[in-house]
């Protein structure tokens, strides 16, 4: 295979393996704009993978699954929502054991109606006229209609977040509690639906790996993703333009490795398995010695990960 294949494959693959990766950080800086520390992205995409296969293999209709699998996602969150905010669990602890749950949950339920290694039928690519047939970066206009939608969809979340009202308050929960609860913003309801909300999106990126990729359900299948969106979240400083920009460095990452192999590179199993947590390894690394050097990392909530209680306030 000739470089220019090599160079095109890799470019026209590259979105499709960033769809996800983005999709969570969207979902967790939503929720965590509002204050609430999510690190269960893991076990939500499970739930978002399986449900969407489960919906496909009853539906026939990916229109149908994505949406199905969003709802089963932010229902599971319902749980996480309402142990931080309610019985202010402590948010690591209950994102942890999120992620357990889920874990053990998707694997029983697969098992038990036999959804593992059924193949289902998705929905393809759409060139577009023209774009699509220029030289190298043709590809990168003959994708999915999600990740059509993935910059508008950042777009909008970003619009809502800092021009309306709705996303101003949401943000004014997230940095000072106190002081939106003294304006007359419900605290407890506003994290609540910042939760749902987010982790529906965390649910569709789940749903997009099995219904839209991989296309069948395989018991942990998404392969520690959810943690590298942790770690992208943390990198883009709660900037969702930012974290779509780091969502396509990861899709680069993993889009590359296939074509290296096609090239004939000969590369260790598991050193190509472990690319992607190395470079969230670094991301985490410049954080720390960031914040030891006295630089504030810019746009951290507030009052992320700190529970609120009405009866205390100041």
């Not at 699998?69 to 999120?98: D, E, P, T």
């Not at 099995?210 to 400083?237: D, E, N, Y």
Request: glycine share 10%.
């Amino acid at each position: 295979m000739d470089l220019l294949a090599i160079a095109t494959n890799w470019l026209g693959n590259a979105p499709d393996f960033a769809v996800p990766y983005a999709l969570a950080a969207l979902g967790l800086i939503l929720s965590e704009r509002a204050g609430v520390l999510s690190l269960g992205a893991e076990g939500l995409m499970l739930v978002g993978a399986l449900a969407g296969i489960g919906a496909m293999l009853a539906f026939h209709d990916a229109a149908i699954a994505l949406p199905l699998a969003m709802l089963a996602a932010a229902v599971v969150s319902l749980l996480f929502a309402f142990m931080v905010i309610v019985l202010r669990i402590q948010q690591v602890i209950a994102g942890l054991a999120l992620v357990f749950f889920c874990q053990g949950l998707t694997s029983l339920l697969g098992t038990v109606f036999d959804w593992t290694n059924k193949p289902v039928s998705s929905f393809g690519a759409l060139p577009i006229p023209l774009l699509s047939e220029l030289p190298l970066v043709g590809r990168l206009f003959n994708q999915n209609l999600i990740v059509y939608l993935v910059p508008l969809l950042f777009w909008a979340a970003v619009h809502w977040l800092n021009r309306s009202t709705p996303g101003l308050r949401l943000r004014a929960v997230g940095e000072n509690p106190q002081a939106a609860d003294a304006a007359g913003i419900s605290v407890p309801l506003w994290r609540f639906g910042a939760v749902v909300a987010g982790s529906a999106l965390v649910g569709l990126a789940g749903a997009y790996i099995s219904v839209v990729g991989t296309k069948l359900w395989i018991a942990g299948m998404t392969g520690g993703r959810g943690w590298i969106a942790v770690a992208l979240v943390i990198f883009a400083r709660w900037s969702p333009w930012r974290a779509l920009a780091g969502a396509l460095l990861f899709g680069c990452i993993e889009a590359l490795i296939p074509q290296l192999a096609a090239a004939g590179v000969q590369l260790p199993q598991y050193f190509v398995l472990m690319t992607p947590y190395v470079v969230t390894l670094g991301v985490m690394v410049w954080v720390a010695l960031a914040r030891r050097g006295g630089q504030a990392v810019h746009d951290e909530p507030g009052a992320l990960g700190q529970p609120y209680l009405r009866e205390e306030r100041r």
